[in-house]
């Protein structure tokens, strides 16, 4: 009885393969990436004023607006950006308010600092935000209510709008229409400042300060400072003076040799030297309060080294002279400027240490060592942000959220590392599955053995074996530990070894290149640890990385960009540039007597080549009709493998499947009549297999595609204005089979060898597939699709799709979209018993297919998938402003122990079993013995 | 729309496409063989007709020249604007005599030719050369369900007719006639 209710649970079970609870957040992980964060948009601050902590608040180059959680480094909010967005990202928050204002583009949102809501958003009308500021006080008061907000615009409609902080409700605007660059906006309590740059005609700018009415945002005064010898560039200018008690504008000449200032509001520039000869970058460090001390600290970096001086601002009499200077420190690093009260302090920070001075002497006030990490190593801080708890008057401590030059964002708390996010992983755009050396040495010496006659094969193995025999010792070394490591729980640690020795084949490196050219391997396995990580700039420094490509070979990676000739090769275990001496040749497989062709797409038109010939000669081309441009196309994986060539029906016959390694799927799209065309082709000849059309298409939108095995899909949106019957996001799965008819090899028969270039000596056409197709409606457009990948191809396949609406990635399992499911009526029993259930016209993405349940992966820009040691499961990454990785197995963990087995308690039964059968033995034994006398 | 159709139609009918074989260089003497490169000649002129697609041979020359049977040839046409080459590759071996060679003409919605194929096949009893014409298929469209329609009470409509008056009471006839009967018998 308990096994049929067993069974009949198991039964329930098989078509909704999910993700179980107890496995996620173990087998799967996501590193919810922001980008790099930006200087002058990274700050503390509460969420609400009664709030007793603060959160860390920053906008990336990417334009990512996140709030992260300073203690722990966990992302509390984070609000990614359109695609379509474009320009500077802004982010700004006033003192004691509950949101923050970002611009990007030309919208301009609150949002709710606590949970990251939209309290209102308004749009620029088309022109782009140059420059966002808080109005902190207005008339020397400051604001209990939400404050204002001042967005300067340029692009189009050029000048100074405020808009109301709790609406958004445009209060007054300045139009500009001199045709100045506009720069930036800055307020004092009394009056708003509008900062443009007035180009000359010798090529320099002037800056040129107009002052307008908080109120009535009336032009009050304009002036211009004569700074066109110095300023060449946006870069000369070192600050403006945002909201600052001391309205400031700086700016230096090309050669970092002169230092000038100018108060906002009086004409007066006050001039200071650079006290080191040679100084690569001038930093100005200001207090952002308004009530804070008017000191600000100017950093000098060098190329070996950073000084600093510090100024003081005499407000009354408008000027401006040097406090005291700190002496230049060997070790490159970054100063912070925080506030507590009025009181403002400077932190310096450096791969060694954190010291804190005042901004009143310079009297060292604190000092912490700061610990190195292997995250860290060999970089050093760009920029941060700091907060000092102060206690008696004097700092106690002082946490700081620093960038490094590697790209890892890191919180220093009082000299401890707390956390890091490695946010250069954002921003991928090529990933590849690496293959460890060491795998493919055994796989290739097996591959010697296949080639070789019997004898020569046996020695060749005999010969391996002894050579296998010097690991022996440290084998049998290892026995206890990994048994032991096997009973209990261990902890998922990541190296190369560990990698190497993996029994499941879970831990795989993925090795990732971002768009600035950055180069990470991580370890799926063990929730996407970065094992190694490079800067590419070190093997090719001249290079502008555009959008660098990753391809693996045995053992190491190919990396091609259009910024450099050729390409770069990388060790995948270590990360080091290999000389093209120390790679191992690798033709591409063709064996004798054969020639391979390879294919492109070149201006537009599918090219295939023959072989690796120097001489672009084409063998065959594949232009589309007349108006359609080709968006894209996919081939069948090198690596497919397919366990059955046929699908058996419910009546023991067999469709026979069309299984050609050359299949290329070809997506056209005509603009002008909206179709969208697929085109099946052959890539060896270059012969069209089948044609599908559909018309009324949204161009607009993605047309993903993928193909695997005798099958392929693609997704299409159907314009919603059309007069189509069904509109909306279509998904059209195709199969190819030998014939139509069961038990029938079509034309070919059982011949095990085929060609599409050569003759047939079979009647009819063979080279033709039988295809059958379904559409479906689907609930969300799809960004993008795959298909799982397993070691033999027995288990069965999943589609992978990425729905850019939800943030989320979704396995399809394949007997859903079963292009032959019955339509318009219930399946027969034998098609039941294929598991051919009914047509439905609508799939919904069922949440138990949902692979990131609770993780909102963000800006996925491909998914790949890869073997893992098992049969059952395929792994998948995918990347793109996030990395998130997880492994399926669709078909369910068949060839491997659940969690729940407890190998402890099956070890305890046998023992107990054994010691039961040592005690029955001989009362069984002496029980026979006496049976054999009583008769 | 129809009506234009039907003005074009004596034009849409017989269009004439000509097929070129061009020889690829062989693999070993690739630099020598791209100055003495043989420019493409015709193969086959085809004539069509897109609405009935059929598609008749007017003309085949076999190619000429003795090439090996590995030899890769490219069978293809030249796009009517540009001049482009278009086309696939096949191999020196399919123009041997014993087969029937198949010349596939990919034809746009627009009537206009965008591909060629070609294919060789064990010979049958039929011609040696054959044509097919192939439009651009539509592709699969989902398979709505019927809508459900209810009548002005809000009930589904059944479409069943109304039954008979005999139809409906027939056994109380059959029941009275039986009765009758039966009864009758005392006299």
Redesign the interface.
Known sequence: MRLNAAVALAACLVPAAAIFEDDAYHIDFHHALLGLPKHDATFFQKPYPASKASLLFTISENSTIGVVNPRDGALVWRQAPSPYASGNGLLRSGEDQDTVISAIGDRITAWSSSDGRVVWEATADGAIVQDLEILEQEDGITNVDAKDAIVLVGDGSQGVRRLDGKTGRVKWSYQDASGDVPFQVSSSPTTIYYISLHNTLLGGSKLKVTSLSPITGKKIDQYTLNSDSEIQDHEHILFAGANTAAPLLAWTDKANKVLKFNIIGTKAISTFNVPQSVVEKIVLHAPGRVNSLPHFLVEYRTATGLSAEVYHVDLKKNTISKAYSLPETTGKGTFTVSTSDANVYFTKITTEETTIVSSVSHGILGRWNVKGSPNLAGAYPVHGVSEVVVKTGKPSAVRSAVLFSNGQWALIRNGELAWTRPEFLAGAVSAAWAELPEEETLAHELEVEGHQNVVSAYFHRVQRHIRDLEHFPAWIQNIPKRVLGNLVSKPEESTIDEIQHDTFGFHKLVIVATQGGQLAALDVGSRGKVVWSIDLHQFAPEAVFQSPSVKAFRGYVEIKDSAFKGSLYVNSTTGGLLASKDIPVQPPVASEGQSLISFDLVDGILTGFLGAQSIPEAVWTFDPPAGERIIGYTARPVKDPVASIGTVLGDRRVLYKYLNPNLVLVTTVFDAARTASIYLLDSASGQILHTFSHNDVDISRPIPSTISENWFSYSLTIDSTSAATSRGYHLVVAELFESAIPDDRGPLGAASNASTLQPSAAFGDAAKPHVISQSYHIPQEISHMTVTQTRQGITSRELIVTLAATNSIVGVPRNVIDPRRPIGRDPTPSEAAEGLTRYMPIIPFDPKWHLSHRYDVVGVKEVITSESGLESTSLVFAYGLDMFGTRVAPSFAFDVLGKGFNKVQMLLTVVALFVGVLFVAPLVKRKQINTLWTI | MLLSKLLLLPFAVASTVTVYVHS??A?HD??SA?ATLPSPTPIAQIEYDVDTSIGTLTSYTPPIGSYSS?H?L?I?LT?P?SG????????A??F?EQ?KK?F?I?V???G?V??V??????K?AGDEVEVEI?K??????????KPVVLNAQGKLDTDEPQKTFLQKYWWAIALFVVFQLAAGGKE
Do not use: C, I
């Open positions: 690829l260089p693999s690739t630099k791209a590995e890769l490219r293809g796009h604007k482009h080459w278009r086309g696939v590759v096949t191999s071996a399919s041997a087969y198949k596939v990919h746009d919605d627009k206009e965008y591909h194929g070609f294919s060789a096949s064990a049958d192939v651009k298929t539509m592709g699969a469209k989902p398979q709505l369900n």
